[in-house]
């Protein structure tokens, strides 16, 4: 199973940017899909972007505009830009390879492999 260690997060204040890597232990090409999710304490979890091996993207609207995410398959590495950053971004990211939902390709429709996630704290 394919481990994957997440980076980058930190304290920014609102207006900021951050960039998250996902770094994989093994060879990402079969994942049809990576992601990455965000969940704050009390709040359920919330998938903010994924990315196929097309390099096609889906963004729910709470983000679009703002994150950007990216693969690299070479180096099995995953990466998402976080710019104009609101408190309400803050919450704990973590990255999760699987494959697509049958009603909806850029949805997430099983996990095969997530990482332990890294905290964003975006102040006022």
């Known amino acids: 199973q394919v481990q994957l260690v997440e980076s980058g997060g930190g304290t920014v204040q609102a207006g900021g940017s951050l960039r998250l890597s996902c770094a994989a232990s093994?060879?990402?090409?079969?994942?049809?899909?990576m992601g990455w999710y965000r969940q704050a304490p009390g709040k359920p979890r919330e998938l903010v972007a994924t990315v196929n091996n097309d390099g096609e993207t889906w963004y729910p609207a709470s983000v679009k505009g703002r994150f950007t995410i990216s693969r690299d398959n070479a180096r099995s590495t995953t990466s998402l830009l976080l710019t104009s950053l609101k408190p309400e971004d803050t919450a704990n990211y973590y990255c999760a390879a699987g494959g697509s939902d049958v009603a909806d390709r850029f949805q997430m429709g099983f996990i095969l492999s997530r990482g332990q996630g890294t905290q964003v704290i975006v102040s006022s």
């Open positions: 093994g060879s990402i090409l079969r994942m049809e899909l």
